[in-house]
């Protein structure tokens, strides 16, 4: 069983709408998580830091469920600037590793 | 913020080349540095962890004579992957950290093709 494990999608929405990813995680030592933004081709880079009490950025929330090793990201009002693939990640202190799931494709459509 | 430079992008050669990767921290001193591979349409694994001026410590199933790694100084790691074949072909990625509980910063990446 993977240690970070997504929904790989694709997932094709059209513009203005609201599209939640999840993200589940084996490992009950994992410390911190994480969402990043990959595009095609490119290097991740973070989107967001999740935290059990929800945090919000713009149009993104993300939420943390540590009794169900269970995370989520909610994109609201999609643009097609938000086409990407979004990595769920997770970070054990213990060994400064960074574990990222497969990544989930999202397509804006017009 | 922080800057992370891998160099170069992108690499076409041969079968049998090795060939060498170079990951450098521009702005901050990067104790630690990861190398990380990412297969199309899967997720980035991690191949090893570098701390600088010490041996790197690989992954199971990462062989270590197939993929050097050095780290000297507390700016640059290197990647070497030694005698590369057609199933090397990846992307490959490096991030660096400074000390304590500092974020990674990643680089743009490698993409390498074994012909």
């Known amino acids: 069983r993977k240690e970070v494990e997504q929904d790989p999608g694709p997932f094709n929405v059209p513009e203005g709408a609201t599209v939640a990813f999840n993200c589940t995680y084996s490992?009950?030592?994992?410390?911190?998580f994480f969402w990043y933004r990959q595009d095609c081709r490119k290097e991740p880079k973070l989107l967001m830091s999740v935290y059990s009490s929800g945090n919000e950025d713009g149009r993104f929330t993300a939420q943390l469920n540590r009794a169900s090793q269970y995370i989520s990201l909610l994109i609201r009002d999609s643009k097609l600037s938000d086409s990407a693939t979004y990595l769920c990640v997770a970070y054990s202190g213990n060994t400064g590793k960074l574990i990222f799931g497969q990544g989930t494709t999202l397509q804006v459509k017009p | 913020g922080a800057v992370v430079s891998q160099h170069p992008s992108r690499v076409i050669c041969k079968s049998g080349t090795s060939v060498k990767i170079e990951c450098r921290s521009l702005d901050f001193q990067a104790t630690t540095m990861f190398w990380y591979r990412q297969f199309p349409k899967q997720s980035l694994m991690l191949m090893a962890t570098s701390n600088e001026g010490s041996k790197a410590t690989y992954e199971q199933g990462v062989e270590k004579d197939k993929f050097l790694i050095n780290h000297a100084s507390l700016t640059l790691s290197t990647l070497t992957v030694t005698s590369a074949h057609p199933e090397d072909s990846s992307f490959y990625i490096c991030s660096a950290r400074g000390t304590g509980t500092q974020p990674q910063h990643f680089g743009d990446g490698t993409r390498l093709s074994i012909l």
């Open positions: 490992n009950s030592a994992s410390q911190s």
